[in-house]
């Protein structure tokens, strides 16, 4: 049986969370990684020079992880997600950056009052914006919406938020900046459009589209390119 080490020192490393855990074991730039670490019973992590990768999924679980990650020494946290865009121009695998979120979900309010922003770090997403500028990566910067109710996002609320701006809904992002808003660490997110919750889906499934086979390569794809963009530019 493989010896797995318990939270092992992370110490001025940066955490990529990624959404979906079959990432950790199918990205081409993870193949030569260390894989013997985990965070918690059910939760391995991936080491590779200055970086430490896992996945999360939901506000709740995510704020937890980050929690665990901070405790272990990291210097920033970069998630890599996937998001439900509002806007028709938008693309499929087109990124969006979430400067600031507003809060629909449980967990952040355990942390800050409701009232106070949620933000992500500034600094940390120049840096990211102009990696991916520089590498011709369309994305976009502005407002996200996060949720716990995936299944009953309100289609009247989806109009009013587009109104006024916000650009995509997902189930982290505001979680994940609350916590390390708390624990004075940096932290971004780049979340990939993955569907358009406005429109109707032939299959009635949320979020996984009748193409799926193509979708995960097509994402497997993408979000390689972005994490090697993001070890290559030290960041």
Known sequence: MQHLEILPNLK???AVI????WLLEELEYLKESESDHVLAIDRRIYLKDDHVFTAMQGSSMIASLAERL???GVKRIIRIGTTGSLHDEHKLFEIIIPMAVYKDEGTSNQYIDSIFPC???FELSSKICNLLHVAGHTHYRGVTW???GRWVESLDKMHKLKKWGVLSVDM?????YTVCLFNKIPCIALNFVSDFPMKSEKNGLRGIPDDYEIYKKELLINVDKVTQLIVKGKI
């Open 119 to 121: 933000l992500c770090d």
């Open 172 to 176: 982290e992002t505001s979680a994940l």
């Open 18 to 21: 990624y959404e979906r855990i």
């Open 12 to 14: 001025g490393k940066t």
């Open 146 to 148: 996060t949720t716990d």
């Open 70 to 72: 901070i405790q272990a």
